[in-house]
Structure formats: structure tokens, C-alpha cells
């Protein structure tokens, strides 16, 4: 067990749909990243949080939003759904920057 | 075009080999490299690499980085069937205040007994 939960680990929704993936950091971290892992793309980074503030951005798509609460969980919210949405989103935690970057075990989103 | 390039993207041994994985990458502010294994879900650390810091080595797992070349290698020594999985290479840059790692394609590893 990484110290990093994600849930839920499997999610099977409809194209249109929205859906909330849900990270618990590991205790101490004050970072949150999440990251999409598909076939085709490998490992993308989506978005940092620190703090409860965006600290970083990447190719996040703008149907896909996320925010980091005051005790420090984080939610990434996805909509719109499309069949290219279906992937395996990462959630990592930090205590810094890059020191002890750790991840979840990730859930599994099919876009039927 | 910030890039990381792993090769090979695939590659199968038998136990007690030794196998060297390729890791390069072109990035603006590099600030360290990092090594990841990812067996059936969610990738583990291995090592990060910076430039005080080039070389980690683990038990029969170590890697170099060389920042000239702007690149880096993992080698595993006498492998094992528990060595296969994936391995990914990813690269921190940027300010000091974010985390963001853009990651290669990843090296698929099979060991045969």
C-alpha cells in the first residue's frame, strides 16, 4: 500500500456522462498531481494542485476539471464523456516538489 | 517539444541475464530523472537521479544518469521472473515549485524461467 488511495478502482459510465475520481494523499503530502495512462499515450500529466491551490497545468482537456479540498483530498471531475476518455487516471502525492513522489493504485474509467 | 524517449519499448530475457534500459530525453529546465516500475497497477519508484546525484544503485538494480548526453540507463543484474514489468523513465523540469514529470513510453521487460 502506497499511502495513496484512489477510489473508486472501476468505473464503467455511458458517453455524456460526468464523473468524480477521488484521491487521498498519503499523510504529510501537500502535493497532488493526477496523470491519464492510456494504450496509445503512455503516462500524461494532467494537473497540480499544492495546498489546495492549481500549482500546474498540462494537456488537461477543458470537459475534465479537479480541485484540492482543505484536507487535502482531491476530486477530478470528468465530463462529457467520450469512448477516448477510457483510461487509467493516476492520482500522486509529494511532500514538496519532486521528494517521495508516490501513486495510487489508479482508477480504471470504460466510456461505453 | 519537451520529450522523453525509452528504448527498447520491449524486450525479453531469460533469468540471469543482464539488461540495460535506455532512457533520453530534450526538456527546457531539466531537474531530475526518475525510474518507475509498473507491474500490474500503479507505477512504484525506483530511483531519482540529479545533478548531484548520478548514480543509484539498489541491490542488483542501479542506473546512471548522464546529463551530458541527456540521458540515462537502468541495468538489472542476474534477472529474475519477478523483474518483469514495465519500466518507465520520467523527468522532472520546470521551477522548483512544481512536480510535473512528462514520462517515455516505457520499456515492456519479460523474463523467461
Known amino acids: 500500500d502506497s499511502g495513496v488511495t484512489q477510489t473508486p478502482k472501476h468505473l464503467i459510465t455511458a458517453t455524456g456522462q460526468r464523473v468524480t475520481l477521488r484521491c487521498s494523499p498519503r499523510s504529510g503530502d501537500l502535493s497532488v498531481y493526477w496523470y491519464q495512462q492510456s494504450l496509445d499515450q503512455g503516462l500524461q500529466f494532467l494537473i497540480q494542485y499544492y495546498n489546495g491551490e492549481e500549482r500546474a497545468k498540462g494537456n488537461i482537456l477543458e470537459r475534465f476539471s479537479a480541485q484540492q479540498f482543505p484536507d487535502l483530498h482531491s476530486e477530478l471531475n470528468l465530463s462529457s464523456l467520450e469512448l477516448g476518455d477510457s483510461a487509467l487516471y493516476f492520482c500522486?502525492?509529494?511532500?514538496?516538489?519532486?521528494?517521495?513522489?508516490?501513486f495510487g493504485s489508479g482508477t480504471r474509467l470504460t466510456v461505453v | 517539444e519537451d520529450k522523453v524517449v525509452q528504448s527498447p519499448l520491449s524486450l525479453v530475457v531469460h533469468e540471469g541475464d543482464t539488461v540495460t534500459l535506455n532512457c533520453s530525453y530534450e526538456?527546457?529546465?531539466?531537474?531530475?530523472l526518475l525510474w518507475y516500475k509498473q507491474e500490474k497497477k500503479a507505477p512504484t519508484f525506483l530511483f531519482m537521479l540529479t545533478s548531484s546525484g548520478i548514480e543509484k544503485k539498489s541491490g542488483r538494480l542501479s542506473s546512471i544518469l548522464d546529463k551530458k548526453e541527456l540521458s540515462s540507463i537502468l541495468n538489472i543484474t542476474a534477472t529474475q521472473t519477478g523483474d518483469s514489468a514495465i519500466y518507465l523513465c520520467a523527468v522532472g523540469h520546470g521551477s522548483s515549485n512544481t512536480g510535473k514529470l512528462i514520462f517515455g513510453q516505457g520499456t515492456t521487460l519479460q523474463v523467461k524461467p
Open positions: 526538456v527546457t529546465n531539466f531537474r531530475s
Open positions: 500522486a502525492s509529494s511532500v514538496g516538489s519532486l521528494r517521495g513522489y508516490t
